[in-house]
C-alpha cells in the first residue's frame, strides 16, 4: 500500500519569493511520483512527473522537484513565484508495474501568492 | 483530440436520490479511473477500469456505489440512495494501459441537499 503527506496545508509567499512544497511517501513496491496543479475553479493539471534516471525533474512554470529515495520525498520548488501561482498542489504517487496505476494523493497544499 | 469529457459538471440532487454520472475518456484509453475531491477527504482513488472490466473496486465507498463501463469507452457511476456525505466533485481519468500518466476530465460537483 502507499500513502502521501503533504506536510504544509497552506503556505502563504509573497510574489518573486522562492517556495517549497513538501511531499514524502511510503510504499512497500516502487513507484511513480507525480505532482499536479489544480488553479481556482479549474481541473487537475499534470507539472511534473518522476519516473526514473535523473531525479531532478523540470516541470511546467518554472516548478521542478528532487525525488530523493533515501528520505522518500519529492518536494516542489520555484525560485521566484508569480501571483498566477496561486492554487492548490498535490502530490500523488502510483505504483510502476502492472496495469493498476490508480494514483494514491496527499491532501494538497493551498499556494497563496501575495504581491 | 478531444480530451476527457464528464455530464454533467453539476448535480444538485435531493438526499436519498439516486443519480448516474457519466465520463468519455479519451479514444483508445482501455484504463479508466473515477476518484472524488472532497472538503476534509482530498482526492480519494475509487474504481479502476481495465477495458469493460473492473479489477480494482477498494476504492468505493459503500454498496450504495457502483460503476459499470461498455464498449471498453463510456463510464457511469451510479451512487444510489445519496447522502449528505456524498457531496463531493467526482473525477475521471483515462489512460492507454499501463501508461504513467493520466488525463482528467472537468469533474462533475455532486451537491445532495
Known amino acids: 500500500a502507499q500513502s502521501v503527506t503533504q506536510l504544509d496545508s497552506q503556505v502563504p509567499v509573497f510574489e518573486e519569493a522562492p517556495v517549497e512544497l513538501r511531499c514524502n511517501y511510503s510504499s512497500s513496491v516502487s513507484v511513480y511520483l507525480f505532482w499536479y496543479v489544480q488553479y481556482p475553479n479549474q481541473g487537475l493539471q499534470l507539472l511534473l512527473k518522476y519516473l526514473s534516471g535523473s531525479t531532478l525533474v523540470k516541470g511546467i512554470n518554472g516548478f521542478e522537484a528532487e525525488f530523493n529515495k533515501s528520505q522518500t520525498s519529492f518536494h516542489l520548488r520555484k525560485p521566484s513565484v508569480h501571483i498566477s501561482d496561486t492554487a492548490e498542489y498535490f502530490c500523488?504517487?502510483?505504483?510502476?508495474?502492472?496495469?493498476?496505476?490508480?494514483?494514491?494523493w496527499g491532501l494538497g497544499t493551498s499556494l497563496a501568492v501575495h504581491p | 483530440g478531444a480530451g476527457v469529457s464528464q455530464s454533467p459538471s453539476n448535480k444538485v440532487t435531493e438526499k436519498g436520490k439516486d443519480v448516474e454520472l457519466r465520463c468519455d475518456p479519451i479514444s483508445g484509453h482501455t484504463a479508466l479511473y473515477w476518484y472524488r475531491q472532497s472538503l476534509g477527504q482530498g482526492l480519494e482513488f475509487l474504481i479502476y477500469?481495465?477495458?469493460?472490466?473492473?479489477?480494482?473496486k477498494s476504492g468505493l465507498p459503500s454498496d450504495r456505489f457502483s460503476a459499470e463501463r461498455t464498449g471498453g469507452s463510456v463510464s457511469t457511476l451510479t451512487i444510489q440512495r445519496t447522502q449528505q456525505e456524498d457531496s463531493a466533485v467526482y473525477l475521471c481519468a483515462s489512460t492507454r494501459l499501463a501508461a504513467d500518466t493520466q488525463y482528467f476530465g472537468p469533474g462533475t460537483r455532486l451537491t445532495v441537499l
Open positions: 477500469f481495465q477495458g469493460n472490466s473492473a479489477p480494482d
Open positions: 500523488a504517487v502510483s505504483a510502476n508495474a502492472g496495469n493498476n496505476r490508480k494514483l494514491i
